[in-house]
């Protein structure tokens, strides 16, 4: 399972799109058990600004690596 978030904007309450996710360091890669279930490590961060979208409530992405495939699911995300 590949995953990542946004990061915690110190002293900015609507950062960017760009400002929060930063360089993708709040994420990583994890092996799921035979169901697919795993337990994600990042650092709880913080919603953000999108242009014409408006105040993104924060949440984390993930999707599958296929095993033996080249190939990755969807993304899904969860709000938290």
């Not at 400002?19 to 709040?26: G, I, L, M, V």
């Not at 169901?35 to 014409?52: P, R």
């Amino acid at each position: 399972v590949m995953y990542w978030a946004a990061k915690k904007i110190e002293g900015k309450s609507n950062p960017t799109v760009s400002e929060a996710y930063d360089n993708y360091s709040n994420g990583g890669i994890i092996k799921s058990n035979s169901e697919g279930k795993t337990k994600l490590h990042f650092n709880q961060g913080s919603g953000y600004e999108k242009h014409g979208k408006g105040y993104i409530s924060r949440h984390v992405h993930y999707r599958y690596i296929l095993e033996d495939s080249a190939f990755m699911s969807k993304i899904y995300t969860v709000y938290y």
